[in-house]
C-alpha cells in the first residue's frame, strides 16, 4: 500500500470516530436488542410453527437413510452430482473432504489474498464474482436437491441439466475469471463482470430448468389425480397391490400370514392412532419409501427401489390411509368398489370381479410372488394360472378351489391330508355380498364382459336393464 494512501484512509478513520457513536454502551445496546429480538422470534417460531419429526427413532434399524437439514442439501447435492463423474466420483474423501475445505479455506483466506483497501465494488471484481458464483452455486444445488440426479431412463434431461447447472458452469466461471485475475498484468474488469454474470444467469437457467422439468417427469407415468376423490381412489388401488399382503385391506393386520418369509411376525395395526396420530404426512410417506426393511418391508420409494412408487404415488397412500382410517378426516361419498348385484343377475370379470381380486388378491397374487403359481392380474390368468389350475376354478362347480378357499375352507392334500391351501385372503374373510359375486360369477361360466354376463342374467324383465 502507496504512503498516501494510507494517511488518507487515516485521516478518513479520525474523521468519523469524532462523529461516530461509543462502541460501550451505544453499540452493545443496539446488539443486545437485536438478539433479543431474534431470541423471541425464534422461541415463538419453534412453539407455534415447530419442525415437523421423523418416526420415532429405531437403533435397531440399519436402513435409515438421514437426509441432512436444509442448510446442507446444497453439500448433499454436490455429493451426489460429483458422484456421477468417472474415476474422480469414487474418490470420495476428495468431495466430503478436500473440496470443501478448499472452499471453506479460500472463503476464510478472501481477505488476506485480495488485500486491496478498496471498498468500491468495481475495484473489487474477482472477489466479488467468486463469491457470487459460490452463493448461486449454493442455492441452486438447495433449490435442486429434491430432484432424483440419476434415473433409469435412457435419457434423462433433468440429469443432465443439474450436472451443467451444478458443476460444469460454476467450474468454468471459476476457472475463467481465476485465469483473467492472475494471467493480466491488469485485470480486464469488463470481461470478469460479464463472465460473473454469464456465469450466474447461466445456473438460474439451468437451475430453473432442472426444477420445471422434474415433476413432469414424475407425473408423466402417473395418471394424474386431481380432485380428492381420485387421489384417494389411486391411493387405494396402490395400497392394495403393494400393502394388503401385509397389512390387510383396511390396515388391521397384527400377525402377518400368507406372506413367504414373514408368516408370524408381528405388525402394529396401521390403521389405529398410534401409528395415524404419531407420524404426520411426511414422515408416513418416509416410512412408505424407506421401508422398515429389518422388519420385513422393503421400500417401496424409487429413490431406494428403481421400480418403486413416484413421490405422488406414495403421497395418494397417504392421503387414502387419512382419509380411510384417520377419524380426523372424513371420507367425502365415494363409489362403491362394484355395482350392487340385481336378483339373477351375472357378476362380469370385467365389472365386478377385476376390481375386487384387486383390492383383495393381487397384492399377494401377481409377478414375483410364490403363492402355488397362482397370477391374478389379468382374466386369463385368474383361469389359466396356479399350480391347481383345473381346480381353481371350475364352470358351475361351487367346490371349486376358489370358492372353498374365501369361504374359510382349507383345501387338504388329497395325499398327506395336511392343509395345502389355507383360507383366501389368508387374514380376513371376505364380506358375504362378495362371496357372492365370486360365487355367482363361478356358477354361470365365468362371463368376461358386462355384455356376455348379461346375455347369462335370468333377470325378470320388468328389472332387466335395457
Ligand atoms: C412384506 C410385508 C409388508 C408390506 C408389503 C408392507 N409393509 Fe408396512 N410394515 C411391515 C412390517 C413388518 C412393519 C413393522 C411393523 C412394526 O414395527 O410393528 C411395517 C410397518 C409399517 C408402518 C408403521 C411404521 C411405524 O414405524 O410406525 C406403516 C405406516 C406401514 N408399514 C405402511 C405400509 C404401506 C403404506 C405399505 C404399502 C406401500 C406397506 N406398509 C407394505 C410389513 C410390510
Ligand atoms: C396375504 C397374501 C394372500 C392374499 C391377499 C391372497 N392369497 Fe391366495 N394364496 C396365498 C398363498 C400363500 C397361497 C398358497 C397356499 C397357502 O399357503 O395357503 C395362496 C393360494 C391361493 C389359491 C390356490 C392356487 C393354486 O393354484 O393352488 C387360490 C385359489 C387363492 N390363493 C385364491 C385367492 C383369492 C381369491 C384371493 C383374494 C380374495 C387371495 N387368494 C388372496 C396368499 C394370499
Known amino acids: 500500500m502507496r504512503e498516501e494512501q494510507k494517511k488518507t484512509i487515516k485521516e478518513r478513520y479520525e474523521q ?3 462523529k461516530g457513536e461509543r462502541f460501550w454502551p451505544d453499540s452493545i445496546f443496539k446488539d443486545v436488542l437485536m438478539a433479543l429480538a431474534i431470541f423471541v422470534l425464534l422461541l415463538m417460531l419453534a412453539t407455534f410453527v415447530g419442525v415437523p419429526v421423523e418416526p420415532k427413532a429405531d437403533p435397531s434399524d440399519s436402513s435409515y437413510v438421514p437426509r441432512p437439514e436444509w442448510y446442507f442439501l446444497f453439500l448433499f447435492k454436490f455429493l451426489a452430482l460429483y458422484g456421477q463423474i468417472p474415476l474422480l466420483g469414487k474418490v470420495e474423501w476428495l468431495a466430503t473432504v ?3 475445505v478448499i472452499y471453506l479455506g479460500a472463503l476464510t483466506l478472501l481477505p488476506f489474498i485480495d488485500r486491496s483497501p ?7 471484481v474477482f472477489a466479488i464474482g467468486i463469491m457470487a458464483i459460490m452463493v448461486t452455486s449454493m442455492v441452486s444445488l438447495t433449490f435442486i436437491s429434491d430432484v432424483p440426479t440419476t434415473s433409469t431412463d435412457a435419457v434423462y434431461l433433468p440429469g443432465l441439466l443439474q450436472t451443467l447447472g451444478g458443476l460444469v458452469v ?12 492472475f494471467a493480466f498484468k491488469k485485470a480486464p474488469a469488463k470481461a470478469m463482470i460479464w463472465t460473473t454474470a454469464v456465469t450466474v444467469l447461466l445456473m438460474i437457467g439451468l437451475t430453473a430448468g432442472t426444477v420445471a422439468l422434474a415433476p413432469i417427469l414424475e407425473t408423466v407415468e402417473v395418471e394424474v389425480a386431481d380432485t380428492l376423490e381420485e387421489q384417494i381412489v389411486a391411493g387405494q388401488d396402490l395400497y392394495s397391490v403393494h400393502c394388503v399382503e401385509c397389512h390387510g385391506d383396511d390396515g388391521s393386520v397384527t400377525v ?9 411376525t408381528q405388525v402394529m395395526a396401521i390403521n389405529g392412532r398410534d401409528v395415524l396420530y404419531t407420524l404426520n404426512d411426511d414422515s408416513m410417506a418416509e416410512v412408505i419409501a424407506y421401508g422398515r426393511p429389518d422388519a420385513g418391508m422393503n421400500p417401496f420409494g424409487r429413490a431406494y427401489n428403481p421400480e418403486g412408487l413416484t413421490k ?3 403421497d395418494y397412500i397417504v392421503i387414502f390411509m387419512r382419509y380411510a382410517w384417520d377419524d380426523r378426516y372424513e371420507m367425502p361419498p365415494m363409489e362403491p368398489l362394484f355395482p350392487a348385484l340385481a336378483e339373477g343377475e351375472a357378476p362380469s370379470y370385467e365389472v365386478h370381479i377385476a376390481p375386487i381380486v384387486k383390492r383383495y388378491c393381487v397384492s399377494c397374487h401377481r409377478a414375483g410372488k410364490d403363492n402355488l403359481n397362482y397370477l391374478m392380474t389379468t382374466y386369463e390368468e385368474v383361469l389359466t394360472s396356479g399350480d391347481h389350475a383345473d381346480q381353481n376354478i371350475i364352470a358351475g362347480d361351487p367346490q371349486s378351489f376358489l370358492l372353498l378357499t374365501i369361504q374359510e375352507q382349507t383345501i387338504p392334500d388329497p395325499e398327506t391330508g395336511e392343509e395345502m391351501i389355507g383360507v383366501m385372503p389368508p ?10 359375486v365370486f360365487l355367482r360369477w363361478i356358477m354361470n361360466g365365468m362371463p368376461e364382459t358386462a355384455g356376455e354376463a348379461g ?12
Open 256 to 264: 402377518i400370514e400368507g406372506v413367504e418369509g414373514l408368516e408370524g
Open 455 to 466: 346375455a347369462l342374467s335370468t333377470m325378470p324383465a320388468a328389472t332387466a336393464t335395457p
Open 312 to 314: 405422488s404415488e406414495i
Open 427 to 436: 387374514k380376513k374373510a371376505l364380506s358375504a355380498d362378495i362371496v357372492d
Open 16 to 18: 468519523s470516530l469524532q
Open 118 to 124: 478498496n471498498r468500491y465494488y468495481g475495484k473489487r
Open 98 to 100: 478436500l473440496i470443501p
Open 170 to 181: 460454476p467450474l468454468a466461471g471459476y476457472f475463467l475469471l481465476a485465469l483473467m485475475n
